[in-house]
T-cell receptor, first 113, second 116 residues
């Protein structure tokens, strides 16, 4: 049973445009959400997070939006750069300080020149 | 500040054998979590260790076991290997009780296990 779902296995975006990666979750106990980025032969690296008490969190080119009623979050990257090409994992946990983080299957983002 | 290091990076075993994977935590971290990432899947939580004790476990059988040492390094042991155990095993460390609040995981590059 997938509690965190990323329904797009891959996404291609032109350099300079906006990349939007989507994620849905089913567990209403989740109250903390994270995005991780993974390059080949490297471990996932933390990108950005959001608590359920917020609906938006911004860090430079990266913004995460949370819609609790729809159990949906999205990651926006503006503008997209070649170095953004990677696999992006959406993740969630039931307690903000809880490391038992549940990951989605990931979306491979390709930034086209 | 050193990151999370894992060894070995790659290994091949046969069905029924046992394997031990090792992980050194990031300096200053006190908690270690292990994840299994099968091909085309996201990381799946195996278990977490805090203060040398298991502190939560995912849906993995008892033949997956672990240890955390006083220096916060950790081992993952898998007995009676099965073909489906072939995966990338990721170790992640974090600081429980840190001032940042949220326990962001810092991952190693992983150990890729192939079971033949």
């Amino acid at each position: 049973d997938q509690q965190v779902k990323q329904n797009s296995p891959s996404l291609s975006v032109q350099e300079g445009r906006i990349s939007i990666l989507n994620c849905d979750y089913t567990n209403s106990m989740f109250d903390y959400f994270l995005w991780y980025k993974k390059y080949p032969a490297e471990g996932p690296t933390f990108l950005i997070s959001i608590s359920s008490i917020k609906d938006k969190n911004e860090d430079g080119r990266f913004t995460v939006f949370l819609n609790k009623s729809a159990k949906h979050l999205s990651l926006h990257i503006v503008p997209s750069q070649p170095g953004d090409s990677a696999v992006y994992f959406c993740a969630a946990s039931a307690e903000r300080r809880d490391d038992k983080i549940i990951f989605g299957k990931g979306t491979r983002l390709h930034i086209l020149p | 500040e050193t990151g999370v290091t894992q060894s070995p990076t790659h290994l091949i075993k046969t069905r029924g054998q046992q394997v031990t994977l090792r992980c050194s935590s990031q300096s200053g971290h006190n908690t270690v979590s292990w994840y299994q990432q099968a091909l085309g899947q996201g990381p799946q939580f195996i278990f977490q260790y805090y203060r040398e004790e298991e502190n939560g476990r995912g849906n993995f059988p008892p033949r997956f076991s672990g240890l955390q040492f006083p220096n916060y390094s950790s081992e993952l042991n898998v007995n009676a290997l099965e073909l489906d155990d072939s995966a990338l095993y990721l170790c992640a460390s974090s600081l429980v009780g840190g001032h940042s609040g949220a326990n962001v995981l810092t991952f190693g590059a992983g150990s890729r296990l192939t079971v033949l």
